[in-house]
């Protein structure tokens, strides 16, 4: 039996106990009072009745009138104390013991572990891991000590068990048989839960997520099998988002040398291309420009062939020459790669971005409320005086590292319609409000859910399920089976995702085809996507990574 329910037990018997005393008292008083102060007797068994008549507001039968003062206070006050027994009776005493008698009861030992992950609090960070976890029915148990919470995960299905660890260690008694333990709490109960889950016997892998990545080490040194936080892998995401520095946009672009560029342009929605198929088109026949992909709502495809929709508010990658990239400025806005980058919000994440903007010499401008070292602009986002303070709208980016999800849906909006070309990046607290995010016009928003999930899924699951961002890659190839055809008039090429933007021929190198071009089993082929649609082509094409003469 829980102790909740021990508690709401004894009540009832309090209240069983008080009843009947005081009938019994009240029944006595007044028997007394109508024998010695009315001169009037009554019986021990009429005063009882009078009491409990009184006492539930029922009436008085024959007694209702009374000559001395003192008893005629008596019996004015019982009817008053009769009502504050009712009040305090149902909601304290009767209420709580039938609630609890007929809840379902939350589990308050760990059931069979074998096979399961033990996570210890639940929390943003572990939240979309907990879902994927649902999807591919991997078991696993919460162990929650705040009541409510545990009730809410319990009614959203979640296998929880509710207690005190510092209290009853013995609640994880079964963990010795679990698969693996991830502790998401504060540092100090993450490090209590370590030693009680080590003392317990389990020798598995255990996952400590820390605020501070000082306490790693001690972490470690108490029984952790490694420590990660979270935090500031965020903020590490959200400055290579950024910063071309940290991350460049495409991996291998070195190899073509000075020849060909890469541009992202913004569809505005009165843009010539927005909401139109690649098809109708024709940006490579016409410009000399390849589309490799879009990003939209923080995710990047490929295009795969013509009937691809060029879709109003995304970003579009594009490739080819420098003069023929300036042509398609024409049509789209290009996304500015120059000026500062402004961070809203200096928190523990916020100063994790600006820490390695600095390292790799970005030049950086800081919002915050409050003024501190390193805040360059004391002022709220939301008003246009410090985005102008800021200036914003000659930023390469904006990162909005707020600590409150609604207060970044509404920045978001304020910052798109202030700087609609300027690339805006959000930090997400809880994953489900992403999406809101995106509608408030977010290029990409980033969760610690996405990071933490990303990390533990790695070392829980099978396979990395949770991905972060997609990479754009050039790679030098063979021509293989593509042979005979034409670099851009390939269906299956077009399927595969992957687009050939140069053909190394010989010592040169060209970047525009002529409509009877055909490629020679001896070129070399600088193809261009994302490393799935990479692996597709050399699938689809038996092609091969191809040296670069020395």
Known sequence: MSLQLKRSTKRLFVLLALLPTAVLVL?????????????????????????????????????????????ALFVIICPFFGQFLAFLIFPLFVLPYFEEQFEVRLQHVLPPMAGKVLFYRYGPAIESLLEEFKRMDSPFVIFEEDMELARNLRDRKYNVVFGKLA????????????????????????????????????????????????????????????????????????????????????EGMHLLGSKVGMAEFRIREDSPLAGRRLGDLHLREEHGVSVIGQWNTGVFTTTKGPDTL??????????????????????????????????????????????????????????????????????????????????????????????????????????REYAPEVPLIVRVNRTPNTARLYRSGADFAISEGQVAGQILAYHLLDEQIIPVENRIKFSRLSAGTLAGAHPWHSEVLERTGAKVVAVERGHEVLVEFDADFSLRPDDALFVCGSINSLERYQREFQATTVVAHT
């Open 310 to 415: 060029v879709e109003p508010g995304g970003i579009l990658v594009v490739v080819g020459t420098h003069a023929n990239l300036e042509k398609a400025e024409r049509m789209a806005n290009p996304i500015r790669r120059t000026g500062p980058i402004v961070l809203a919000g200096y928190g523990s994440v916020g100063r994790k971005v600006i820490e390695m903007l600095h390292d790799a010499k970005e030049e950086c401008v800081v919002i915050d409320l409050k003024s501190a070292p390193g805040v360059d602009v004391v002022g709220n986002v939301l008003e246009l005086a410090t985005l102008d303070r800021a200036r914003v709208r000659e930023a390469s980016a904006v990162i909005l590292a707020l600590g409150d999800d609604s207060e970044s849906v509404f920045a978001t909006a304020v910052v």
């Open 167 to 250: 209290e009853d260690p013995s609640v994880l008694a079964r963990v010795k048989d679990a698969r693996a333990v991830v502790t998401n709490a504060g540092d100090h109960a993450n490090a209590t839960c370590t030693l009680i889950v080590r003392e317990h016997g389990f020798t598995g892998s255990l996952f400590a997520l820390a605020d501070d990545p000082l306490y790693r080490p001690p972490m470690v040194r108490i029984g952790a099998t490694d420590v990660f936080t979270p935090a500031h892998v965020l903020g590490a995401a959200l400055a290579s988002r950024a910063s071309t520095r940290i991350s460049p946009p495409a």
């Open 27 to 71: 029944g006595t008083l007044y028997m007394l009072g109508m024998n010695h102060l009315e001169g009037n007797p009554r019986t021990f068994l009429q005063g009882i009745q009078w009491a409990s008549e009184t006492l539930t507001t029922t009436g008085y039968g024959g007694d209702n009138h009374w000559n001395h003062p003192a008893l």
